[in-house]
T-cell receptor, first 117, second 115 residues
Framework: AQKITQTQPGMFVQEKEAVTLDCTYDTSDQSYGLFWYKQPSSGEMIFLIYQGSYDEQNATEGRYSLNFQKARKSANLVISASQLGDSAMYFCAMRDSPHPYDYKLSFGAGTTVTVRA | DVKVTQSSRYLVKRTGEKVFLECVQDMDHENMFWYRQDPGLGLRLIYFSYDVKMKEKGDIPEGYSVSREKKERFSLILESASTNQTSMYLC??????????????FGPGTRLTVL
């Protein structure tokens, strides 16, 4: 079963506007972590933001914030004041196996964001 | 800064060839991972390793093997390359943490084409 679902294959956003990227997850663990990565056209994966399942506050990192709704199992990424350099593919990922020696992440299919001037 | 390097950015091989993809990290990370990335499928884990000489299968290990003889180096081996292994291959590394935080640091990727 798919652990991470990103339903938006591609999105367009106007420069300086905010954009929300959807991510839903599936896990039966109580303890898990959610990550967002950015992949520009150069191909390198860049870590953006992390949310732990027990974190009471939504995570924020500069222009990135995570809208974490635990009951709905969603972890949407919000990019505020979009810039042309935000054009990239964005991946949601989860670690839901906090057991020794099991540090793998499950990734979604990704969402391509194109920022228009 | 953590640095993860991969031996090639682009590689073209023929069907049936043995292919080695090398990954090196310089931050003394215990964990190393190999993913392949295909359009519409995201990143899928092939193998990972949490220590030298240790390896664990990921979601799609068939047709691949790995080797980790030194802590900093993790190799992905395609014993007999096939056209359906044409893909982008990404290597990553991370520290061992006891909780759920486990940021992975990625290399630049190798785009492999099998003809």
């Amino acid at each position: 079963a798919q652990k991470i679902t990103q339903t938006q294959p591609g999105m367009f956003v106007q420069e300086k506007e905010a954009v929300t990227l959807d991510c839903t997850y599936d896990t039966s663990d109580q303890s898990y972590g959610l990550f967002w990565y950015k992949q520009p056209s150069s191909g390198e994966m860049i870590f953006l933001i992390y949310q732990g399942s027990y974190d009471e506050q939504n995570a924020t990192e500069g222009r990135y914030s995570l809208n974490f709704q635990k009951a709905r199992k969603s972890a949407n990424l919000v990019i505020s004041a979009s810039q042309l350099g935000d054009s990239a593919m964005y991946f949601c990922a989860m670690r839901d196996s906090p057991h020794p020696y099991d540090y793998k992440l499950s990734f979604g299919a990704g969402t391509t964001v194109t920022v228009r001037a | 800064d953590v640095k993860v390097t991969q031996s090639s950015r682009y590689l073209v091989k023929r069907t049936g060839e043995k292919v080695f993809l090398e990954c090196v990290q310089d931050m003394d990370h215990e964990n190393m991972f190999w993913y392949r990335q295909d359009p519409g499928l995201g990143l899928r884990l092939i193998y990972f390793s949490y220590d030298v000489k240790m390896k664990e299968k990921g979601d799609i290990p068939e047709g691949y093997s790995v080797s980790r003889e030194k802590k900093e180096r993790f190799s992905l081996i395609l014993e007999s390359a096939s056209t359906n292994q044409t893909s982008m291959y990404l290597c990553a590394s991370s520290l061992n943490f006891g909780d759920t935080y486990n940021e992975q640091f990625f290399g630049p990727g190798t785009r492999l084409t099998v003809l």
